[in-house]
């Protein structure tokens, strides 16, 4: 079984900055991607950004040219750099990576969630 844990989460002024940071382990093959998704308060869960084991990136709209994700394959390790931060980024942030079978299924790992909460 492969357990995701992300760090980083806290309470920022508006203009701020923050790290996340999400580790996978335990019974892994091979991962393939990882991201970020966030929920604010009331609404649904959607993607922040992702990243490929080849270094493919996708940004939703909202956050380019602010967030930055990278990741060390040799670690499992995703980040999420996160800058000139806005009230409206104020969301549990989660964690998930794609582990990848030799016999190519895909499963994906969720991470239990950081609060991110940017103050105005």
């Known amino acids: 079984q492969v357990q995701v844990v992300e760090s980083g989460g806290g309470l920022v002024p508006t203009g701020g900055s923050l790290r996340l940071s999400c580790a996978a382990s335990g019974g892994i093959f091979s991962i393939n991607a990882m991201g970020w998704y966030r929920q604010a308060p009331g609404k649904s869960r959607v993607l922040v950004a992702r990243?490929?084991?080849?270094?493919?990136?996708n940004y939703a709209d909202s956050i380019k040219g602010r967030f930055a994700i990278s990741r060390d394959n040799a670690k499992n390790t995703v980040y999420l750099q996160m800058n000139s931060l806005k009230p409206e980024d104020t969301a549990v942030y989660y964690c998930?990576?794609?582990?990848?079978?030799?016999?190519?299924?895909?499963?994906?790992?969720w991470g239990q969630g950081t609060q991110v909460t940017v103050s105005s």
């Open positions: 990243i490929t084991s080849g270094g493919t990136t």
């Open positions: 998930y990576a794609m582990d990848v079978t030799p016999s190519l299924n895909e499963y994906t790992y």
